[in-house]
DNA sequence: GCTCAAAACTAATGATATTAGTTTTTAAAC
DNA sequence: GTTTAAAAACTAATATCATTAGTTTTGAGC
């Protein structure tokens, strides 16, 4: 049949725009299959069915997550190079509402590939927060802190949960001045 | 035929436990009908099709929320109101990851009675905020920073994310206690 | 030009949600 | 107590989707 020239990457590209565009839930195989002008069982021959569709765009997600904020971080310390991070994690969830979605509902039971991507992403933040000299434990704290931090207030802002017409910027960079100042070492 | 003495109630009940049993996605139509030994269309005479069911469960999981916070505020003001806030709303999703996933793929298009019920944990929140005395915009910042801290935690935490063997509650503990610190009056 | 693996296809199956229309039960109205 | 009518269950049918099996065709390498 006239082989239209399909591969794996192209497939997840098409997924990765039809979930920015419609939602993740829009992305289906008979969807993808449409829109690439294929029947959905080619589709297996790129991919391993859905399960794989989802797996891909969650492994994309971590992975240009972990590219943004490593370049964001480059040349900064401490608060300067947490601030760039968080600001480049919130823009990629609002940039990219399904992939930023697929990268949460990963399964990750036992998927080494995919823990690897999101443990890159703790590494730059762990790597960021040790140049405040804190302890190993306190460390491992403080980046758990960052996460839910930064996770929680895109997951809401994606979610429109946020009504009120009163800038979101403003209250992002609150949030993290809390938390930055909590980092400093602590004598009280 | 037997009439087996079904209600809204009692289907959502099935399908709460259902989702916290087996998670969100286990809960369909016919996984339910086969639970409660009933034909799937049967359970149209109580709820409106799937969607029915994820709205009401999205909207006992609010309640619950609701109820469960404003019960573990009673008689305590500031940080210990916003600490035993905190806890209670962990808990709950802790104990309850599948409603608790459901109030948060809620569609909430419109939906006024959805709203409102995420309007009043809302209100909770700001009402315990209002004892720091902080002006009107910092304290609608200071929601959001608060629901962003909550939610990042619990649904990390639900998702699994947090792999180590460090302990979560003190993760959690410090994290507040840098965000209650922020609340305090500025003064540099 | 042959060969063969890969990429597309068709066909079929099974799960699901949903709608339409039917039967049966129950409870209220008379 | 009988009638009636709404509600609750059903059966049957349709449509969408994922997935598997098996088939055809293409195109690259020999």
Do not use: C, W
Not at 25 to 32: F, K, M
């Amino acid at each position: 049949m006239p082989r239209i020239g399909l591969d794996a990457r192209a497939v997840i590209d098409a997924a990765a725009e039809l979930a920015d565009a419609e939602g993740l839930d829009a992305v289906t195989l008979a969807s993808l299959a449409k829109r690439l002008r294929v029947k959905p069982p080619s589709l297996y021959n790129h991919l391993d069915g859905l399960e794989g569709v989802r797996r891909a765009l969650a492994l994309r997600a971590l992975r240009e997550i972990d590219a943004r904020i490593t370049r964001a971080a480059v040349g900064l310390a401490k608060d300067e190079a947490l601030i760039a991070i968080a600001a480049a994690f919130r823009t990629f969830a609002r940039e990219h509402p399904g992939l930023y979605t697929a990268s949460l509902r990963a399964p990750d039971r036992g998927d080494d590939e995919l823990a690897a991507a999101g443990n890159e992403i703790v590494a730059v933040v762990a790597s960021v927060l040790a140049g405040y000299g804190l302890g190993n434990e306190d460390a491992l704290h403080a980046t758990r802190g960052l996460r839910a931090i930064i996770h929680g207030f895109a997951s809401l802002e994606a979610a429109g949960a946020f009504g009120l017409p009163l800038d979101l910027d403003e209250s992002f960079r609150r949030l993290l001045r809390a938390f930055i100042a909590g980092l400093q070492p602590r004598d009280g």
